[in-house]
């Protein structure tokens, strides 16, 4: 089935306005998201990405406009269904083993991003080597963790100010306690990026211990008192969006709703789905909180 983007001409007037390149055409229709899952992770009820993803994807299937493609367990074997996506989510543990850079995939993808594919990598998702995936990283999503550069300690961050940006449509301050990076290797400038989840971590904070390595780091306590960033939105120069969130470690935290709202209007904005005024309600049971989780074995 082939998908939709926006009729040629709207995309290319908009690009001229934005100074991008337009994204193609394609036939009406719904726009296609698809879900990546990784496989089994840390201990029960973190890094919960089967689990994670396919919550999300429930709370996507009353959007109007959206179909989505869910993969659990890892990159698919079968990879055809990105051909005709319109966004990409990556929720997946990252470094040397991230599934979009193994086995020569930042070749795949990138083609993808070429044609103005949306991308979004979740928590250790956003992480990448510098010298395998660092540089298409900082194109493809604006940023991306780097080992010994950012840091990523246990933390409860209040996200109280949001920006004029769909992204943060109808989000209301919240804080949770979750493993948030932070000092990202951003593009040169912040040129494209809308910082969309802020917080000024405390001293304590900075001087860790970082969950690895435990640190502390001389260059991130230098900058005690800064603000950082834990979720950003990034316009690319092909016409394509990309958003990093480095939450997502405790399962836990998708039943904060805003927490999860700000992810699912990431997961719109990607796809060029318009995000609602008062962004993706959703409402998720307990039951649903404890469906579809791997059996890791002990206490969840």
């Not at 051909?83 to 990252?94: H, S």
């Not at 083609?111 to 949306?118: F, S, T």
């Not at 969130?245 to 318009?274: M, P, Q, S, Y």
Request: contains cysteine; proline residues 7%; glycine residues 12%.
């Amino acid at each position: 089935m082939t998908l939709s983007r926006r009729n040629f001409l709207g995309t290319a007037a908009a690009a001229v306005i934005a100074g991008t390149t337009p994204v193609p055409a394609r036939e009406a229709g719904p726009k296609k998201l698809v879900l990546i899952a990784g496989t089994p992770s840390h201990g029960p009820g973190d890094h919960e990405f089967n689990a994670g993803v396919l919550l999300l994807d429930k709370c996507l299937k009353p959007v109007p406009g959206l179909e989505t493609v869910v993969f659990r367990n890892g990159y698919p074997k079968d990879d055809s269904a990105l051909d005709t996506a319109d966004g990409i989510l990556c929720y997946a543990d990252g470094g040397g083993g991230h599934p979009l850079v193994r086995e020569k995939r930042l070749e795949r993808i990138g083609k993808l991003m070429a044609k103005g594919v949306g991308l979004m990598c979740a928590h250790y998702g956003v992480e990448v080597q510098k010298d395998l995936g660092g540089p298409e990283f900082k194109e493809w999503i604006g940023g991306y963790y780097e080992h010994m550069y950012s840091c990523n300690p246990m933390w409860r961050p209040e996200f109280t100010d949001f920006p004029g940006h769909p992204v943060g449509n109808g989000v209301k301050p919240f804080a949770v306690r979750d493993e948030w990076y932070f000092n990202m290797r951003f593009r040169d400038d912040m040129k494209g990026i809308t910082p969309i989840l802020t917080a000024k971590p405390s001293d304590e904070v900075r001087d860790g211990p970082y969950v690895y390595p435990k640190g502390p780091y001389k260059h991130i306590q230098e900058n005690k008192g800064r603000a950082e960033t834990m979720m950003w939105a990034a316009e690319r120069a092909d016409g394509g969006r990309g958003v990093g969130f480095t939450g997502g470690h405790f399962h836990r935290n998708w039943a904060t709703d805003d927490f999860r709202k700000v992810v699912l209007n990431a997961l719109l904005w990607i796809c060029r789905v318009e995000v609602p005024k008062d962004g993706v309600v959703s409402r998720v049971t307990e039951a649903d909180m404890m469906a579809n989780l791997d059996p890791k074995g002990g206490k969840k």
